[in-house]
């Protein structure tokens, strides 16, 4: 059974930087993505960013250019650093992984609140 444990979120003011850590209990070599979602009261799970095995990166229209992915392959883990925060970035906020043989995974989630 693999294991994401996400750290990093808290209450942070608009225009704040978190950054967000997801380590896996076992190899990520194995994964052909990780990435995060979020999910906001009220509101359905959406993609925020991913990053494939060769490290290609995918971006939601509303995090480009202010949140970045990035993964240690050595570490296990998958980061998202967050700046320029918004209100509306406000959620709980999954890591996710898909491994090749043991399918996909998620994390307990990390909460994170920007205030204005």
């Known amino acids: 059974q693999v294991q994401l444990v996400e750290s990093g979120g808290g209450l942070v003011q608009a225009g704040g930087s978190l950054r967000l850590s997801c380590a896996a209990s076992?190899?990520?070599?194995?994964?052909?993505?990780m990435g995060w979602y979020r999910q906001a009261p009220g509101k359905q799970r959406e993609l925020v960013a991913t990053v494939t095995s060769g490290g290609l990166t995918n971006y939601a229209d509303s995090v480009k250019g202010r949140f970045t992915i990035s993964k240690d392959s050595a570490k296990n883990t998958v980061d998202l650093q967050m700046n320029s925060l918004k209100p509306e970035d406000t959620a709980v906020y999954y890591c996710y992984a898909r491994f090749i043989f043991q399918g996909d995974y998620w994390g307990q989630g990390t909460q994170v609140t920007v205030s204005s």
């Open positions: 076992t190899s990520i070599f194995s994964t052909t993505a």
